[in-house]
């Protein structure tokens, strides 16, 4: 089911799609080299192979980690005979200096046109001589609504697909199997194909019919070889878990939260329970114990480290901590009431002495020339305008007091807001 032409992708419209950045690239024959990076099976070989697909251009794929210099050289080599040739590096942010020195004259000639894949941060893990003759596109992970249509494809193909089998899949089966995907395409069609041909071995060794298979949430359940949990037609079951996840930390019952961790270990969702930790960590505890956040965000990085069956443990210190620790949701509330005047007010303009005065003809515009710099007065502070005129006066945060820190932050707001006011009466 690897696409053939970019027509045939699944997802990913904000690069591929009528008129965007890759679309446009190969419509106008004006390939350049480039990274791709994003969570695993949402495309990026898919990508790469469709735009070798859509050219006249050799496409060879190679792994940073495991291919050395000499398949490098056969790639040039090729390069070198044929014009251009499409290297697909996967693991690029493996990739090592000699390597790299290798590869640089190549770009820079057009021999070898990059795509490279990651799901490393590329502007982190990737070298700037790499990263500066490539553009960067970030995938997104792919909905529900484009994972159940490459299952729909798959299952309709005859010649690529399981179109053959004559598959009928039940609609809380489909919503399995996407749910336990998680975005992972690459995933969801491996356990979808293993389902209908384990399925099909099965009536066949049966003697019953198999001109025509059935698959049920069962079927799907076994084949992911984890145990299911309430998912139904809607996908509503997942979410319900998660919410009453936060929702058990949040009203600090430790007991139903560990219960609900332990339902979501047991479908082996560790990305959902590492990003609804690190959202309830500032969310639900945030200013009141600072530090339960970051001991919250350590054991994440422990549990992705480690994987199940041992991520349990990290996972379990942190709800504990996080449900027995004082809660103050101070933070997304002051966020958000930002936000909305931002969106919902006319704020004004930033104060002249606060622009950038870094460049020739600033001065001249007033800009930054009243600004007065805090660490020439004692204590590091001076009254001075930081909003704009139209919310001057305006109180965002909130502070609830719910513990030793938070009161302490809010005395200390309540003592600049009004040394602030009378400094500037």
């Not at 969310?283 to 009141?288: M, P, R, T, W």
């Amino acid at each position: 089911m690897r696409p053939k032409n970019l027509d045939e992708v699944v997802g990913q419209e904000h690069l591929i799609g009528p008129g965007k950045i890759i679309k446009r690239m190969v419509e106008a024959r004006l390939l350049s080299s480039m990274i791709l990076y994003g969570p695993p099976g949402i495309g990026k070989t898919s990508i790469a192979s469709a735009i070798a697909g859509s050219t006249k251009y050799a496409f060879r794929t190679l792994n940073a980690a495991t291919d050395g210099k000499k398949q490098l050289q056969q790639v040039a080599e090729e390069g070198k005979m044929s014009g251009t040739v499409i290297l697909l590096l996967d693991e690029i942010h493996r990739l090592d200096k000699t390597k790299q020195d290798f590869l640089l004259p190549l770009l820079e000639s057009g021999q070898i046109i990059l795509i490279g894949a990651t799901t490393e941060n590329p502007y982190i893990s990737i070298s700037p001589a790499i990263r500066s003759r490539c553009q960067i596109f970030e995938l997104k992970p792919l909905s529900t609504q484009d994972a159940k249509k490459a299952i729909d494809r798959a299952l309709t193909d005859e010649k690529e697909g399981l179109g053959k089998y004559h598959v009928e899949l039940d609609p809380d089966a489909k919503e399995l199997l996407v749910e336990k995907g998680n975005g992972d395409l690459r995933s969801t069609l491996n356990s979808l194909e293993l389902a209908v041909l384990s399925t099909k071995q099965e009536l066949k060794e049966a003697g019953k019919d198999d001109s025509a298979i059935k698959i049920t949430k069962k079927e799907i359940s076994d084949s992911i070889q984890l145990k299911s949990q309430n998912f139904d037609a809607d996908g509503d079951g997942h979410y319900d878990l998660v919410s009453a996840f936060q929702k058990s930390i949040r009203g600090s019952d430790v007991d139903a939260a560990l219960h609900y961790l332990a339902r979501l270990i047991e479908s082996g969702d560790l990305i959902s329970i590492c990003r609804r930790l690190t959202v309830i960590a500032y969310e639900d505890i945030g200013l009141a114990n600072p530090a339960a956040a970051q001991h919250a965000f350590i054991a994440i990085q422990a549990a992705q480290t480690l994987g199940f069956p041992e991520a349990r443990i990290p996972l379990a210190n942190a709800v504990i901590e996080l449900a027995l620790s004082p809660k103050s949701n101070s933070a997304i509330m002051a966020i958000d009431s930002a936000l909305s005047d931002v969106k919902n007010k006319r704020i004004g303009a930033i104060p002249n002495r606060l622009k950038d005065a870094h460049y020739s003809g600033a001065k001249k515009l007033n800009h930054g020339n009243d600004y007065i710099y805090p660490h020439d007065y004692p204590g590091d502070w001076i009254a001075q305008q930081y909003l704009p005129n139209n919310l001057m006066g305006v109180q965002y945060f909130n502070a609830k007091g719910n513990s030793k820190i938070e009161k302490g932050l809010k005395k200390q707001y309540e003592i600049l807001r009004k040394m602030q006011a009378e400094g500037l009466n």
